[in-house]
């Protein structure tokens, strides 16, 4: 018997709250977890490590094995000034706000900072949540993005501006 604790409101984890429904499909997603469904695996959402349940309660409760598949879902601080400022969020909050189909505000001219695939779907987000223009920012070279080739030729093709070996120092409210 497996039972798995899942801190989110569905299955899928970062497959579904961290890769835009355009780069994979939600019915390709559910067919998959329909397949653990069949198979017996028993879903406990809405449930967090170390806030509804501990390691000690689960071996208290008989559990003979756990695994932890804790996913990637904080974001890396960029390290500047400003970057708390209202406006600003991390990547894969633009994500996960996105695939449940919260509102973001995102004004009309919106900038990406990164060079990976996160950056890529943050870019092609934003665009489809209405910014009118998207600029990435990458530190280095379009050569050293760490992105795949294929995400980063779609981004383009979407429209959105890179400019290379540029990067912000700090992040200053204005009027607007």
């Not at 798995?4 to 709250?17: D, I, P, S, T």
């Not at 170390?50 to 932890?68: I, N, R, W």
Request: hydrophobic share 40%; net charge negative.
């Amino acid at each position: 018997a497996v039972k798995v604790f899942e801190g989110q409101e569905k299955a899928g984890g970062m497959l579904r709250y961290g890769i835009p429904a355009f780069r994979l499909p939600r019915d390709l997603l559910d067919a998959e977890i329909h397949q653990l469904d069949q198979m017996g695996v028993e879903w406990q959402f809405n449930t967090w490590l170390g806030k509804d349940y501990t390691l000690q309660s689960l071996k208290d409760d008989g559990y003979d094995a756990v695994f932890l598949g804790l996913g990637a879902q904080a974001a890396s601080s960029a390290r500047i000034p400003g970057e708390d400022t209202p406006g600003v969020m991390p990547g894969i909050e633009l994500l996960a706000k996105a695939s449940r189909g919260q509102e973001v505000e995102l004004g009309d001219l919106v900038m990406v900072v990164g060079g990976g695939n996160t950056a890529m779907d943050a870019c092609r987000t934003a665009l489809r949540k209405g910014a009118g223009k998207v600029v990435l920012l990458y530190r280095r070279t379009r050569a050293e993005m760490p992105a795949l080739d294929v995400e980063i030729e779609e981004t383009l093709h979407e429209g959105v501006e890179m400019r290379f070996l540029a990067a912000p120092v700090k992040i200053e409210k204005g009027e607007n």
